[in-house]
Nanobody, 119 residues
Framework: QVQVVESGGGSVQPGGSLRLSCAASGISFSINAMGWYRQAPGKERELVAVVTTGGSTNYADSVKGRFTISRDYAKNTVSLQMNSLKPEDTAVYYC?????????????WGQGTQVTVSS
């Protein structure tokens, strides 16, 4: 049974920080990549940050310099350190784990964790 579970969401004032964590379990094959997405009310889901097996990272332009993604390959966990938070960062944040088997990709999603940035 595959499980992807996020934690660490909450409410914070502008300029504050939060750290999100995600743990993947029940996946038989090695995870190719893990990443964070977010969806604000009335908006489409967007990529926030991703880290691959090679350690390369990619960030949305809106979070570069403020967010940092890190991965523990042995534990199949990924974290997102969010600094200098802005009201525009308010959204439900989702963790995704991607597995590649014979050039086919399989994505597993968590249920999401709410991040609210307001005064």
């Amino acid at each position: 049974q595959v499980q992807v579970v996020e934690s660490g969401g909450g409410s914070v004032q502008p300029g504050g920080s939060l750290r999100l964590s995600c743990a993947a379990s029940g996946i038989s094959f090695s995870i190719n990549a893990m990443g964070w997405y977010r969806q604000a009310p009335g908006k489409e889901r967007e990529l926030v940050a991703v880290v691959t097996t090679g350690g390369s990272t990619n960030y949305a332009d809106s979070v570069k310099g403020r967010f940092t993604i890190s991965r523990d390959y042995a534990k199949n966990t990924v974290s997102l350190q969010m600094n200098s938070l802005k009201p525009e960062d308010t959204a439900v944040y989702y963790c995704k784990a991607r597995v590649e088997v014979l050039l086919r990709f399989y994505d597993y999603w968590g249920q999401g964790t709410q991040v609210t940035v307001s005064s």
